[in-house]
């Protein structure tokens, strides 16, 4: 809404207010909402607001009776020098366009999502909703999510610790098998003891290579585990990014192994998002990994990827032609360890989209799949097209 706007808007705001009380306007409004005029000193700079009305929210949240705030100045009211936010509510009566801020009151130990509009003749309004609640649950949560990650990591730390043992005594045994049945091949022959033969060439070696077979696969999981958490725990560097660059250099980075499957890769023009340009390349990555490692073996591989401008966000969609996914997966494939096909013969263990799906979340947007099997599969990542902090 431009200035000539919120021009008209204020003028029939400023007609109502004259005729009219706000708290008995706005009565049955959920939203906490007040009337202020600015207060300039003969430098033209802001030294206070006075308080006009306030609804029945408003009166409720500061505890306070209609006539108790009407006309009353805000270093009065509020008890505070200088007044609560007056820089901000300066800059919306100056400028004439409407501020949003989202902030920690202490007085009232309240976080509060505030709405500043200008109404003319140094006049504003407040709509102001408190978010105590949710961002409380917002931080336990995230709390509970580092807990985590820090549980995850150390878990999977320490536990390679007594592995790493085992591998390497296993291999020495192994080894050490095979020195013993040299040394004792002249002894059986001439013996002609066969099942301590068949024991040493055979069964202790079937034995170890099943046991070997286990903790790397075991040291595989761990490994995943700790790139996962490492993901959870890295702090990021939130900076525009141009998605069009990073896209070239990871085709680039897998020019190879696309040109030896003769796939091709089609990149349209990309917005500019903000993130953490190291996890979006681990990410997009990921998902151009995925559509290499489940493509179709009777066409070949096409890669397209587009994006579609949103209000502060952008949609990024890898779309591939491969062998696509059942709907019964389409809810699991998100989850740790969970392979569509467990008997396949594709490395991994798994961890590619927990990976993706972290990744998204940490820069405040999301990512789905859409998918048709024999047909191909859809992936789209919800990305900030405005500066954001971690969540």
């Given at each position: 809404?431009?200035r000539?706007?919120?021009?008209?808007?204020a003028?029939s705001t400023?007609?109502?207010l004259?005729?009219?009380?706000?708290s008995?306007?706005?009565?049955?409004?959920?939203?906490?909402?007040a009337?202020?005029?600015?207060?300039?000193n003969?430098?033209?700079e802001?030294?206070?607001y006075?308080?006009i009305?306030g609804?029945s929210?408003f009166?409720n949240?500061?505890?306070k009776?209609?006539?108790d705030i009407r006309?009353r100045?805000?270093?009065?009211?509020?008890s505070?020098?200088?007044a609560?936010?007056i820089?901000?509510?300066?800059?919306?009566?100056?400028?004439?366009l409407?501020k949003?801020l989202?902030?920690?009151?202490p007085?009232?130990?309240r976080?509060?999502?505030?709405?500043?509009?200008?109404?003319?003749d140094?006049?504003?309004a407040?709509i102001?909703?408190?978010?105590?609640?949710?961002?409380q649950?917002?931080?336990?949560?995230s709390a509970?999510?580092?807990?985590l990650e820090n549980?995850?990591?150390?878990t999977s730390?320490?536990?390679?610790?007594?592995l790493?043992?085992?591998q390497?005594?296993s291999q020495?045994?192994?080894?050490q098998?095979a020195?013993?049945l040299e040394?004792?091949k002249e002894h059986l022959?001439?013996?002609?003891?066969?099942?301590?033969?068949?024991l040493?060439?055979?069964?202790?070696p079937k034995?170890?290579?099943?046991?070997?077979?286990?903790?790397n696969?075991?040291?595989?999981?761990?490994n995943?585990?700790?790139?996962?958490s490492r993901t959870?725990r890295?702090?990021?560097?939130?900076k525009?990014v141009?998605?069009?660059?990073?896209l070239e250099?990871i085709?680039e980075?897998n020019?190879?192994q696309?040109?030896?499957?003769g796939?091709s890769?089609k990149?349209?023009q990309?917005p500019?998002?903000y993130?953490?340009?190291?996890?979006?390349?681990?990410m997009?990555?990921?998902?151009i990994?995925?559509?290499?490692?489940?493509?179709?073996p009777?066409?070949s591989?096409?890669?397209?990827i587009?994006a579609?401008?949103?209000?502060?966000?952008?949609?990024?969609s890898?779309?591939?032609?491969?062998?696509?996914i059942?709907?019964?997966?389409?809810?699991?494939?998100?989850?740790?360890?969970y392979?569509?096909d467990?008997?396949?013969?594709?490395?991994?263990?798994?961890?590619?989209l927990?990976?993706?799906?972290k990744?998204?979340?940490?820069?405040?947007?999301r990512?789905k799949?859409?998918?048709?099997?024999g047909?191909g599969?859809?992936?789209?990542?919800?990305l900030?097209?405005?500066?954001?902090q971690?969540p």
């Open positions: 809404m431009n000539s706007t919120w021009g008209r808007l003028g400023c007609h109502l004259q005729s009219h009380h706000l008995g306007i706005f009565s049955y409004f959920k939203e906490i909402v009337i202020h005029e600015m207060i300039f003969e430098a033209g802001a030294i206070d006075r308080v009305d609804n929210a009166l949240l500061l505890g009776r209609a006539e006309n100045l805000a270093t009065d009211l509020y505070a020098i200088p609560p936010y820089r901000e509510y300066e800059s919306v009566v100056h400028h004439g409407p949003e989202t902030t920690f009151y007085p009232l130990d976080y509060f999502s505030i709405t500043a509009i200008p109404l003319g140094n006049l504003f407040t102001t909703n408190d978010i105590t609640a949710n961002r649950m917002h931080e336990l949560m509970r999510s580092k807990e549980y995850l990591y150390i730390h320490d536990l390679r610790t007594p790493v043992n085992i390497g005594f020495r045994l192994n080894k098998s020195k013993v040394l004792l022959n001439s013996t002609g003891n066969e099942e301590l033969k068949k040493i060439s055979e069964g202790i034995t170890l290579h099943f046991i070997l077979a286990g903790v696969k075991m040291d595989s999981l761990l995943a585990l700790l790139q996962l959870g890295a702090t990021m560097s939130v525009p141009n998605m069009n660059l990073l250099k085709v980075t020019s190879f696309l040109s030896e499957i796939a890769v990149i349209d990309l500019v998002c993130g953490d340009e190291n996890l979006l390349n681990q997009f990555s990921n998902l990994g995925n559509a290499i490692k489940y493509r179709n009777a066409r591989l096409v890669i397209e587009s579609i401008s949103g209000l502060r966000k952008a949609i990024y890898v779309k591939d032609n491969g062998t696509g059942e709907k019964k997966h389409l809810d699991h494939i998100w989850n740790l360890f392979r569509i467990g008997t396949t013969s594709e490395p991994g263990d798994g961890i590619g927990s990976v993706v799906k990744i998204a979340e940490k820069h405040r947007g990512v799949v859409e998918s048709e099997p047909t599969s859809v992936f789209s990542v919800v900030q097209t405005t500066e954001f971690e």
